[in-house]
């Protein structure tokens, strides 16, 4: 039964360790603020959480929610009132304009060779790291 005990409290405290902790918007890494200052200036930043430094999810106050790599790289963006398009290859900016005219960027994933784009319209579009268009699939 020690022994149990002890692994609970082993496990309890590795999961502690291991947790997204909150941190001050001044803690950031500079390219971060860059990246939020020059894509986002006119919001600011509500929260920010970081998981031992390695990655860090950071909250604006227009409802825009981006995770980021450690080294500043964003993985992930979302917003469901809409996102910049300025923020995705222009050939692949042009192609959401002309094929979906009127509907907004939703969620913006960056892949290592591609982009991942959600549509407010339930779909799902897949582009090359260039912009080209791959494949399309509507989200369940």
């Known amino acids: 039964m020690k022994r149990f005990s002890i692994l609970c409290i082993v496990m309890i405290m590795t ?3 291991y947790a997204d902790r909150p941190i001050s918007s001044a803690k950031l ?3 971060i603020k860059n990246f939020i200052q ?20 950071v909250c604006l106050s227009d409802g825009t929610e981006i995770e980021f790599e450690k080294n500043g790289r964003w993985e992930d963006i979302k917003n469901y009132n809409g996102l910049p398009d300025s923020l995705i290859p222009s050939k692949a900016a042009e192609y959401i304009k002309e ?3 009127n509907i907004k960027i939703i969620e913006i994933e960056a892949k290592r060779s591609s ?12 582009f090359s790291y ?3 268009f791959l494949k399309e699939k509507i989200d369940d």
């Open 130 to 132: 260039e912009g080209n």
């Open 15 to 17: 999961a502690a360790a």
């Open 38 to 57: 020059q894509n986002f200036p006119d919001v600011s930043i509500v929260s920010a959480k970081t998981e031992q430094h390695k990655e860090f999810d």
């Open 115 to 126: 982009w991942e784009i959600k549509l407010q319209n339930n779909r799902e579009l897949l």
């Open 29 to 31: 890494p500079q390219s």
């Open 99 to 101: 094929s979906y005219p």
